[in-house]
């Protein structure tokens, strides 16, 4: 179990997030090593029959299985907590199963859950297909809309999910306000914080409860290994331990060793994914073929001030519509030559996914229509490499892709 943690050190000292990215979690081992260690191990010698019962017992901390302790996975925890401004967190096999943590963790049968339109697309059908097995209720809420939170809470309602920004359309929810209308209501805000990272948005300082990655994206950056995290109050997470221990969605020592190194270089490389972006998303909001462009960072974004107030950057996602529907998106992403045709997103390369036939390909069109998902959306997760080739890739492709004797602009 991660321990409740603190932004300062022994000394007292407050740390900023680069240093918590590069530090927090990390623990000397009997061979001093500086790196944090792997450690591949499923079990662990207790000093006598005694111990080995005290710590079954979780009366005395350590390690006992590979299924619940590990001291590499304990370390990410730790390190994600602490970016996280958490007490405490824990890491799972995937984000998906971190979601299906919390919610046999936190709910149970009769429990009514609020979750907002335009979320990743498996996190619907999560809750509307397969908890809905269990009679836990859902109702999916248009992000932006307030009063239509309001209007949707029930004696029954005991959690509110929302995705800020949503992916692929950019669109924000209001954190502090939807904490304010579960905590009156004895409810929990769960915020996947996926796209932003703790680099960019923090929920928990906005009265958030949970705070949900999937750690596979920015938190590795380099698209190798799956994985997940929660992070909040100790109580909470604990519960969430207590799933993993029976049920066993745990993370792999080796993914969480991935993730620890990758933390070092999280507030550098999105800061470099966000000065990329922008570059991206004003160059498309300039090109003819292009209908919309859909960032947090646009001027004319239409929550702007809410993006202002809740986020100090804007991450590596975007999305943008084209004229021309399906046929145009699909002629564009077959044209590209160095952009990825990929639907993962957070990864130093730059990879282009088409929603509506991939990863919301499973919802129904009027869900699409309704999540923003249209047949011209192509969503764009801008990578690491230098802006320039980026740019001249996607300007290639639509040059080849325009009737012959259009010219761009
Ligand atoms: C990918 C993703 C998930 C699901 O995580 P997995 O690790 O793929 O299970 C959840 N939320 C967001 C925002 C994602 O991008």
Known sequence: MTPPSSNRTASGTRRGLATEAVRAGHRQSVDDQHSEALVLTSSYLFDD???????????????????FTNPTVRAFEERVARLEG????????SGMA????????????GDHVLLAEGVFGTTTRLYAHYLDRFGVMTTVVPVTDPAAWARAMRAQTRMLVVESPTNPVMAVADIRYLAELAHAAGALLLVDNTLCTPVFQQPIVFGADLVLHSAGKYIDGQGRCGGGVVAGRAGLISELHG???????????FNAWIFLKSLETLPVRMRAHDANTAVVAAWLADQPDVRAVHYTGSADHPQRELVAAQQSGHGGVISFELYGG??????????????????????????????????????????????GVTDGLLRLSVGLEDVEDIVADLARAFAATRPAGARAR
Not at 52 to 63: D, L, S, T, W
Not at 98 to 109: D, E, N, T, Y
Not at 343 to 368: F, V, Y
């Open 49 to 67: 029959s005694h111990d080995a019962a005290e710590k079954f017992a979780q009366r005395r901390p350590g390690n006992v299985y590979v299924r």
């Open 98 to 109: 971190a979601f299906l943590a919390v919610s046999l963790g936190l709910l149970r049968g």
């Open 86 to 93: 958490a007490e405490s967190a824990v890491a799972t096999a």
């Open 326 to 371: 399906q046929q145009a998106s699909w002629s564009f992403v077959d044209r590209l030559e160095l952009v990825s045709n990929t639907t993962n997103i957070g990864d130093t390369k730059s990879m282009i996914t088409h929603p509506a036939s991939t990863t919301h390909g499973r919802l129904t069109p009027a869900q699409r229509d309704s999540a």
């Open 243 to 253: 799933v993993l221990r029976t049920a066993g969605p745990s993370l792999s020592p």
